[in-house]
């Protein structure tokens, strides 16, 4: 399975951004992460198989979305309201096996997308 990611940038506070990641198989669970500089990875959304069950970290919930499209295999993250905290290098990954918070639980990821939130 390949993940390549996009639609990254740079975006003031309180903008809109739309991350995509085009997968090349699409029967798994799939989730977005995201690393800032020197901080660990976290968990950002996940969504299931046939996108019935999504799943947000508390600091993201009201303010982004994720969605699938199996027919186009693709993940979306839509991102609204933005903060300065929100920057950093989003991941797409995929294929969790018994969590979806966790990223040593995701067998594929994409390479990364750059979101930079200003003040």
């Known amino acids: 399975v390949q993940l390549q990611a996009c639609g990254g940038g740079l975006v003031q506070a309180g903008g809109d951004l739309r991350l995509s990641c085009a997968a090349s198989?699409?029967?798994?669970?799939m989730g977005w992460f995201r690393q800032a500089p020197g901080k660990e990875r976290e968990f950002v959304a996940a969504?299931?198989?046939?996108?019935?069950?999504?799943y947000y970290a508390d600091s993201v919930k009201g303010r982004f979305t994720i969605a699938r499209d199996n027919a186009k295999n693709t993940l979306y993250l839509q991102m609204n309201s933005l903060k300065p905290e929100d920057t950093a290098v989003y991941y797409c990954?995929?294929?969790?096996?018994?969590?979806?918070?966790?990223?040593?639980?995701?067998?594929?990821w994409g390479q990364g997308t750059q979101v930079t939130v200003s003040s």
């Open positions: 990954a995929a294929g969790w096996r018994r969590s979806m918070y966790y990223s040593d639980q995701y067998v594929y």
């Open positions: 198989g699409f029967k798994y669970g």
């Open positions: 969504i299931s198989v046939g996108g019935s069950s999504t």
